[in-house]
């Protein structure tokens, strides 16, 4: 295959050291931690391109037998490799006072003597992994926070981890489909890069990503239609009833069952993905967790021109309660998710849900 970089495409060292985002305060340490959890996505990508061959397939079975998460999800091998390589790689850099992760109950404090820095880095290391086994493309998502100034030094607890997505300074994600793509939302836009196979490089192949103002294509998990609320029903019923209903125009559906597979997918041809509150467990207000999936890909949507919601209000004013807290999450074309944020504003007004 022909080497197709060309002279003027940056990689994702040269693109870092050229951003300087005004405003922004310890550049160096943030654009670090980027560089040091790009490493982790390589070394992921690599370990999934081997699939069945690599032995890395399957459930993880932990000494005691099969190993389930905080979630109560059975772990994947993948799901505990790629959280373990986050870790290596990002841990000893000296920005991060601590992590969380969505395979980890508790923060994960640096080990000494590793030395400890002023930010807090967030991850879902192995997203959609019900898709591993099937080949199908699954990602990476991550988000940097700053740690409050009275934990910089000492243990971070999980009170340091409960910000507003607002707060942010950075967030990104690693799609691994037939091609590793880079994601980054930093200094208010949104850059993607592809992994050069044969270089072991990000370039930057797609500058300024926008998301698509307009869209006629929507993603939601239907088999949990029972449990909607009422101005989810509606949206969905009217996409349905297409030209000949109140929307006057035919839509498409998707859904591949990998959140960063559908943002992906959003980010490159417009769309709106929904994964609401339901009533199927109320125990779960929602299915994705705000911390490290809600809100970073809220960031990167936001930062793109897209608008991320949780049906109600704007994803990144939401406030967690807890680590691993789940929440409604709609997001995509902003034409269509503030037709959902209307169709909530009315109804729940009308008719209360629960
Ligand atoms: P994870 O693999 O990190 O637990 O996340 C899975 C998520 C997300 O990727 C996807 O949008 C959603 O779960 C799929 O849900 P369904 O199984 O209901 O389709
Ligand atoms: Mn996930
Ligand atoms: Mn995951």
């Given amino acids: 295959m022909p080497l197709n970089i060309q002279a003027h495409q940056q990689t994702l060292p040269q693109f870092l050291s050229t951003l300087e985002p005004a405003g922004t305060r310890d550049w160096g340490d943030i654009s670090a931690i980027v560089m040091n959890a790009s490493r982790a996505c390589k070394a992921i990508s690599l370990g999934i391109a081997y699939g069945a061959l690599g032995g890395v397939t399957g459930d993880y079975q932990a000494e005691a037998g099969q190993s389930i998460n905080v979630q109560g999800e059975t772990q994947k091998k993948l799901d505990v490799l790629s959280n373990n ?7 000893s850099g000296g920005q991060l006072a601590g992590m969380a992760s969505e395979e980890l109950t508790l923060p994960h404090q640096i080990p000494a003597p590793l030395k400890r820095g002023r930010f807090l880095l967030l991850f879902d290391p192995l997203d959609g992994s019900s898709n591993i086994d ?50 980054l939302a930093l200094g208010q836009d949104v850059n993607g890069f592809t992994l050069d196979p044969r270089m072991g490089e990000f370039v930057l192949t797609h500058p300024s990503m926008r998301i698509a103002t307009e869209t006629q294509e929507f993603a939601i998990n239907a088999s949990n239609s029972r449990f909607w609320e009422a101005p989810i029903s509606r949206y969905v ?19 591949i069952g990998s959140l960063v597979a559908e943002t ?51 994803m990144l ?30 109804i729940s007004a009308a008719e209360p849900f629960l």
């Avoid at 993905?273 to 490290?292: A, E, Q, V, W």
Wanted: hydrophobic share 35%; aromatic share 8%; with cysteine.
């Fill in 237 to 255: 019923d009217e996409c349905l009833a297409g030209k000949s209903g109140a929307r006057g125009k035919d839509f498409n559906m998707r859904w």
């Fill in 85 to 91: 390589m986050f870790i290596h790689c990002t841990e």
């Fill in 134 to 183: 099937i080949n199908t493309s699954v990602g990476t998502i991550f988000s940097i926070l700053r740690c409050p100034e009275s934990h910089v030094d000492g243990d971070v607890s999980e009170a340091d981890f409960l910000q507003e997505g607002h707060a942010q300074v950075g967030a990104g994600y690693a799609i691994y489909g037939p091609s590793t793509m880079l994601v």
């Fill in 317 to 346: 004013q939401a406030t967690a309660k807890s680590l691993h807290q789940r929440i409604g999450f709609v997001f995509g074309s902003r034409s269509e998710v503030e037709r959902i944020e209307r169709y909530h504003a009315t």
């Fill in 264 to 314: 992906h997918r959003i980010l490159m041809r417009g769309g709106v993905f929904i994964y609401p509150r339901d009533t199927k467990d109320l125990s779960k207000p929602g299915r994705l967790r705000l911390l490290y999936e809600t809100n970073p890909i809220g960031l990167v949507v936001e930062w793109a021109g897209g608008r991320a919601s949780t049906g109600e209000m704007p």
